[in-house]
T-cell receptor
Framework: NAGVTQTPKFQVLKTGQSMTLQCAQD?????MSWYRQDPGMGLRLIHY???????DQGEVPNGYNVSRSTTEDFPLRLLSAAPSQTSVYFC???????????FGDGTRLSIL | GDSVTQMEGPVTLSEEAFLTINCTYT??????LFWYVQYPGEGLQLLLK?????DKGSNKGFEATYRKETTSFHLEKGSVQVSDSAVYFC????????????FGRGTSLIVHP
């Protein structure tokens, strides 16, 4: 049982590059979300989805894009990477948003 | 809106010491409360939960009681081990509010042998 799988685990980008962080879950969860974790800031919600075809913005959505074409996958796109987006990114899922969240192991992203 | 406030860390203890990490919350509806643990280099894992007032969640020697009168959900453990060194997050999901989980900023625990 894989749970929530995030790829890649590490990535280095140059300013202005674009990339997609992948997130997949095999638990048939309806609710999925993306967070960034920065020192002293805790977890900040970027985007979330309550089901396939439905997405919404979280606390810090600027510079990021998401889509949810299937229940299993919820990719996060960085449109034009900036040094301020250097962070650790976590994907999470749950059957409903008020249930315990299942987290992936994170993607550590550095932008030069 | 909903919010979670945790005590700032790091909390530094010797092995076998008693642990308390304070957590208080504000919510507009009927929140479920959670504690998550994050070990170095990993994602968050659910440690325990409570879904209604006076419920006690427990796991791996950790406990927390849902106190509606004080809007608190403090994490306790009677005897910590070096392997408990991690970051602990208090969180809520408000079934009468936005439903989107709200996390505290995390409290780092360091346990020395």
């Amino acid at each position: 049982n894989a749970g929530v799988t995030q790829t890649p685990k590490f990535q280095v980008l140059k300013t202005g590059q674009s990339m997609t962080l992948q997130c997949a879950q095999d638990m048939n969860h309806e609710y999925m979300s993306w967070y960034r974790q920065d020192p002293g800031m805790g977890l900040r919600l970027i985007h979330y989805s309550v089901g396939a075809g439905i997405t919404d913005q979280g606390e810090v959505p600027n510079g990021y894009n998401v889509s949810r074409s299937t229940t299993e996958d919820f990719p996060l796109r960085l449109l034009s990477a900036a040094p301020s987006q250097t962070s650790v990114y976590f994907c999470a899922s749950s059957q409903l948003s008020d249930q315990p969240q299942h987290f992936g192991d994170g993607t550590r992203l550095s932008i030069l | 809106g909903d919010s979670v406030t945790q005590m700032e860390g790091p909390v530094t203890l010797s092995e076998e010491a008693f642990l308390t990490i304070n957590c208080t919350y504000t919510a507009t509806g009927y929140p479920s409360l959670f504690w998550y643990v994050q070990y170095p280099g990993e994602g968050l894992q659910l440690l325990l939960k409570a879904t209604k007032a006076d419920d006690k969640g427990s796991n791996k020697g950790f406990e927390a009681t849902y106190r509606k009168e004080t809007t608190s959900f403090h994490l306790e453990k009677g005897s910590v081990q070096v392997s408990d060194s991690a970051v602990y997050f208090c969180a809520l999901s408000d079934r009468g509010g936005s439903y989107i989980p709200t996390f505290g900023r995390g409290t780092s625990l360091i346990v020395h042998p």
